[in-house]
């Protein structure tokens, strides 16, 4: 039996949501998990042929890519890398859709009501944080959203019984998302997004700001008593903590986590402070499942919908065992804004060996950026920490920056540093307000903050901008094992 057959193009968009199609995806997602490696290679072969087909006749901007390739030439290792910046410099260009354009995206987001809503009637649109230096906006049609959802439902949660997904679909599992909120951010916008269409949903579904203090953020959760709990590793190691003081009282059946790298010693710390399980999954704005965990512990990325090539600095494939400078991703379900060998930014190593839970899928290890948890004494000299995403949350929404290095430079001071292209007078002094209230609002109004315009260091190592840096002798979130490294973007399941 095989999964339900799609055209070579598609006459008009697909639905915002359709059921039938969540129903078709679903089955599409199942059936490939029961498939062997074989059937799933072919199955996103036949794919990237119909993406390729797709851009090729209704996107400018892979017309030109493409002019001088052969008309046949389909084979990923054949097409050109592009990034971030061409795609954003290029954003009318390269959408299918003539309808759309990038001043009625921007009018789109520049409403925080909208979040959740779609586009056109038919088009979720997502932005992401300029971890890179490189803010993004990516709208996602029907189809890809639907892949989602069935990616993260069958593989993710696991969830093939059917009484498990109705009990889910009744809202009789109450869920938090504690990540950037108020904003078109992927999983705000997810929360957003499942309330609106399904409204028996809304008082089980909620979303938790990262930017606000740990009191009311703690008194917040108290009240929700969510079952399960989706948010950053950093952001789970400080709930982790205050459950350990008695201060936080929730009984989570599962905690989930995403948008940054998950070590061993903090899945412990987590694990050990809720007595429950905790599971890790990879995603970005670009594509939201990318991979999953399996029981092994094990990340498989989902290959029959996203190809993932680990390269080095050259665009170079990188075999089997051997960290990638940076990894290219092709999203194979979203064909509204085409991202082929689209260079994303983090590093990634392709496991060797089949995994011993028996999935066909290719297993991985992320290792991505490197942003730090910062620890600073506030009067009475108790630890505070702030989160990485948040400080990156409100330099780049309400200070208008993405290029920036934020280091602690002792107990009570940090140091910003901006790129002197992006950053003049108006901007050093926009800075300073937006950080002084965010650290009001944390409790910590008397730390020194110095701002300088200058070079921004990148990573010895990665050469990946670190844009919030720790004292290496600072306080540590979780007292047993290294600080937690930021990864990516935003968690959303």
Known sequence: MAPPASGASDPEPPAFYDASQSAAAA????????????????????RLERLVAIARDRSPFYQDLYRDMPADACR???????????LMANFDRVLTDPELSGEMVHQFLADERRAGRPLLDRYAVWSSSGTTGEPGIFLHDGRALAVYEALEVVRFRRLQSPLALAATMMGRDRYALVGATGGHFAGNATVERIRRLHPWLAQSVRAFSVLDSTPLLVEQLNQYQPMLLATYPTAASLLANEQRAGRLAIQPREIWTGGEQLSPAQRAYITTAFDCAVHDDYGASEFLAIAWECARGAMHCNADWVILEPVDERH??????VRSHTVLLTNLANLVQPLIRYDLGDSVTLLEGSCECGSALPAIRVEGRCDDAIVLQDTSGRGVTLLPLAIATVLEDEAGV???????????????NL????????????????????????????????????????????GKLRRVVAMTDAPQLIHHGPPPRVSRDKPAH
Not at 421 to 448: I, K, M, N
């Open 76 to 86: 990923i290792v054949q097409l050109p890398v592009v990034t971030k910046r061409e």
């Open 402 to 416: 993405f290029r920036f290095q934020l280091r602690q430079t002792g107990a009570r001071s940090l140091a910003l």
């Open 27 to 46: 089955w599409d997602v199942w059936f490939s998990m029961q498939a062997g490696a074989q059937h799933i290679e072919r199955l996103a072969q036949h």
């Open 316 to 321: 170079r494939p990188v075999p089997a065992g």
């Open 419 to 462: 790129d002197p292209p992006a950053a003049d007078a108006h901007t050093v002094q926009r800075c300073r307000r937006t950080l002084r209230r965010f650290l009001r609002t944390q409790g910590l109004p008397d730390v020194e903050l110095d701002i300088e315009r200058c070079a921004l260091q990148r990573h010895p190592v990665s």
